[in-house]
């Protein structure tokens, strides 16, 4: 009987697979100026604002974890990262870079932790509930001065990403038990830093390329999005939901109060957690418990966010001013971000020839 009810259940997955597929399939055909207009758009966002803000922390991030550089600043930080998480002192690093990096960045270097055996299984589950941050580089430049017009609403953001971020690190100490010492994996021998620094530069490359597909995918449904809903609030907290970056930029399109970008900063977006998803090989998450971590984050952050307001009130004729034109970070259109661009594809091309030795739980995702 049981055997019966998997097989129907498995049967009406597939069914919805395959409408859902046809239905994507036909969008694509009755509407294709529109799905190139929003890969376009996705294309142009990657090389402004997630390249050149994201790739260099994403391979500084690894670079730490596989040069055996996080494990020694780890036993400087051993107490602080016990007493705080309930976490081994080579955790601290990472969450430092998580911080400073943006979403991705400490998904990775957790990840690394846990091939290189410095964390277990449950400790990089718990770490991959907060681990998970918009960085500055992003919040200040792209959506404080690009989007809101305002470094202060930028650094209110910021502080309520990082403090919210810390908040739900404590709140997860309590959910889980460290593994003692003596259980642990065999620590692997760290390479060397040449070694490391070409493996970490091909992990974060690949990272991006699928981070930037992710992007892309998400800015197609977006666009087909608006063919049906009518421009305004709607198509707002949509593009909210799904794409953090179009997400914050609609958001300030339509004034809306700064607690809403914090809480959709701490969300992150299905995009983003979705690129998340795709890079944790075989380890065991729970993506409804992953997705409630999500939540609770933007809600902490858009507490934080208010807060923060009436304590220091950022310039309405700044914060509320709609954007009119497109996005130039100050990182978009410089020499560092082509160099960024190039060697992240060159890295690629010359990776794929062969099969990959950078870290992953015994299969490759990324």
Same mark, same amino acid.
């Given at each position: ?61 690894v ?5 055996g ?47 290189? !055996?410095?964390? +277990?299984?449950?400790?990089? /589950? ?7 941050? @918009? &960085?500055? =580089?992003? *919040? #200040?430049?792209?959506?404080g ?30 959910? !889980?038990?460290? +593994?003692?010492p003596?259980? /642990? ?7 060397? @830093? &040449?070694? =490391?620094? *070409? #493996?970490?530069?091909?992990d ?8 930037c ?31 953090v ?6 958001? @300030?399109?339509?004034?809306?109060? #700064? ?51 009436? @304590? ?12 009119a ?16 661009l ?25």
């Open positions: 009987m049981e055997r019966k009810r998997n097989v129907q259940a498995g049967f009406w997955r597939q069914a919805v697979l395959l409408a859902v597929s046809l239905g994507a399939g036909l969008a694509l055909s009755l509407w294709p100026e529109e799905a190139a207009a929003g890969a376009a758009g996705g294309i142009e966002v990657c090389l402004s604002v997630l390249v050149p803000s994201l790739f260099p922390f994403m391979v500084l991030g670079f730490l974890v596989r040069s550089a996080a494990a020694l600043l780890g036993r400087v930080l051993e107490r602080p990262a016990r007493f705080l998480f309930r976490l081994p002192g080579a955790c601290a690093p990472v969450i430092l870079m998580g911080m400073v990096g943006g979403y991705p960045v400490g998904a990775r270097g957790t990840m690394a932790l846990l091939a290189a !055996g410095e964390i +277990s299984e449950e400790e990089a /589950r718990r770490m991959l509930c907060f681990c998970v941050n @918009a &960085g500055p =580089a992003f *919040v #200040l430049s792209a959506v001065a690009g989007f809101l017009h305002s470094p202060q609403a930028g650094g209110i953001l910021l502080a309520a990403q990082l403090s919210s971020g810390l908040l739900l690190g404590v709140l997860c100490r309590w959910g !889980g038990k460290p +593994s003692p003596a259980r /642990r994996p065999a620590r692997k021998p760290a390479p060397s @830093a &040449g070694e =490391a620094l *070409v #493996l970490s530069v091909s974060a490359c690949r990272s991006m390329v699928i981070m597909c992710f992007v892309v995918l998400f800015a197609v449904l977006l666009s087909f999005a608006g063919l049906f809903l009518p421009q305004g609030w709607a198509l707002t907290l949509l593009s909210a939901l799904l794409e970056t179009g997400g914050c930029r609609d958001l @300030a399109a339509v004034g809306a109060p #700064l607690w809403m970008a914090a809480a959709a900063l701490g969300w992150g977006g299905l995009c983003v957690q979705l690129q998340i998803f795709s890079s944790l090989g075989r380890l065991r998450l729970s993506f409804l418990r992953f997705a409630l971590f999500r939540l609770l984050h933007g809600v902490l952050a858009a507490l934080a966010a208010f807060l923060l307001c009436l @304590a220091f009130p950022p310039p309405a004729q700044e914060v509320f001013a709609n954007t034109e497109p996005l130039a970070p100050a990182l978009a259109s410089t020499p560092w971000a082509a160099a960024a190039l060697l992240s594809c060159a890295v690629f091309l010359l990776s794929a020839r062969r099969p990959s030795q950078g870290f992953t739980c015994k299969r490759k995702k990324i």
